[in-house]
Nanobody
Framework: QVQLVESGGGLVHPGGSLRLSCAAS????????MGWYRQAPGKQREWVAG???????NYVDSVKGRFTISRDDAKNTVYLQMNSLKPEDTAVYYC?????????WGQGTQVTVSS
């Protein structure tokens, strides 16, 4: 049974930081490309950051320089370090793992940026 479990969300003030984690089980994690997505209320889910199985990273323009995606294949975990958070970063954050036609999603973790 494949599971992706996000954690690390919460309430943070503008300018603050959070680190999200996504722990995977039931897959050969090291061969999967991993990504973080987010969905704000009333908006479509958007891609935020991705990391390939080889470690190459990419980001949506709105988070470049503030967010960092990384992975630890020994722990079957992908991370999203979020710094300089803004109110517009408020959303439910999801991780996704893909390998060819296979794709799996986590259940999401809420991030709220508010003073």
């Amino acid at each position: 049974q494949v599971q992706l479990v996000e954690s690390g969300g919460g309430l943070v003030h503008p300018g603050g930081s959070l680190r999200l984690s996504c722990a995977a089980s039931g897959i050969i994690f090291s061969i999967y490309n991993m990504g973080w997505y987010r969905q704000a209320p009333g908006k479509q889910r958007e891609w935020v950051a991705g990391i390939t199985s080889g470690g190459s990273t990419n980001y949506v323009d709105s988070v470049k320089g503030r967010f960092t995606i990384s992975r630890d294949d020994a722990k079957n975990t992908v991370y999203l370090q979020m710094n300089s958070l803004k109110p517009e970063d408020t959303a439910v954050y999801y991780c996704k793992g893909t390998y060819g036609p296979l794709a799996y999603w986590g259940q999401g973790t809420q991030v709220t940026v508010s003073s």
